[in-house]
Structures are given as structure tokens and as C-alpha cells.
């Protein structure tokens, strides 16, 4: 389809270890909230519950969909690895079920390319993110969906790291010369 991201870098960038390691965890959490759910609704279930049952089963989708979400891009960091890059986050506010209302990454590239991305989680740490322009960040995945952004911590305004997932909004575009 198209070349997501550029050529591998010599070397693994400074925080790419932790940011795979955090998605690793990310996952291992979402899977055993799976499992927990599905267990808890057999349980039910055998006890003859049937309502509470088929509630248990339906709440258990979301923490399946996350572990399948996670799994994806955990995948596709560990085979791509990360690439150093510069981020601007802009106006990202509110969220839809799926996608969020508004607010884009722009990512740029040392190799002078760019590509759009749109973040599929606007916790209060990439709100909080929104409107810095040009922040060092490491950017994982492949195809427009399975992306991860890592941005490193930056004393004193920044203490923790912000990971969060994305998906492709526009094609990686180089400069033209």
C-alpha cells in the first residue's frame, strides 16, 4: 500500500524500550480484563443467572476490542521499530465512540517527510499536549492504523512520558526537492 514510515534509524532511539515495554503491559492489562469478564459471565451463567450473564458477556467486548487494538500495535512496533520524529497536536478535545471530534498530529520526519495522523485516545495528558508545536516524539507501527506515538518526558513541565495509539489520516509524503 504505502511506506508509513521511513527507513529504520541506526539504533534504537532513547524511550523506545520503555515505549514498547508500556504497550507489552497495555495489552497483558487488556487481556486479563478480558478473560476476568468472560470467566465472570460463565460463572453466571452456571449459576443460572442468564441476565446477568449476557450483561457480563457484552461488557467484556470493550476490554476484547482494546486487547485486540493493543495486540495490533504492539505487534507492529516490535516489527517496524521506532522512528524519532517532531509532533504537533491540535485541537484535540472530545471523542466519538470511535474517533475523536476534531485535533490532528502533524508528524515531520528527519528525513524531511511528513505524514497527518488522528489520535484514537484524547486522555487529559495529549489534551494537555494539544497546540505545543514541534515536540520531540517516536512514532511505531505499520499500515494506517496500528500507529503508536511516544512522546518523552521534558522537565519540568512534563514529568511522565504520553504513549497513545493513532491512526493514518493522510499518506507519508516527502518534500518535493
Known sequence: MGDWLPPPERGE????????ATLQARFARWVFATVAGILIAAAFLF???????VGAAVLTAVPGYWSVACHRRTVA?????????????????FTTLRRPLGGTIAVRFPDGSRIGLRPWETN???RA????????ALVAGEGPAALTVLIPPKP????????F?????TYRWLPES
Do not use: F, I
Not at 47 to 53: E, K, N, S
Open 47 to 53: 449459576a443460572g443467572l442468564v441476565v446477568p450473564a
Open 129 to 136: 499536549l494539544s497546540e505545543l508545536p514541534d515536540l520531540p
Open 13 to 20: 532511539p532513547e524511550w523506545a524500550a520503555w515505549g514498547s
Open 77 to 93: 512496533a516490535r516489527r517496524t521499530g521506532w522512528r524519532t520524529a517532531t509532533v504537533t497536536l491540535t485541537g484535540v478535545w
Open 156 to 163: 519540568p513541565r512534563r514529568e511522565k512520558p504520553v504513549l
Open 165 to 169: 495509539g493513532a491512526c493514518a489520516d
Open 124 to 126: 487529559s495528558a495529549v
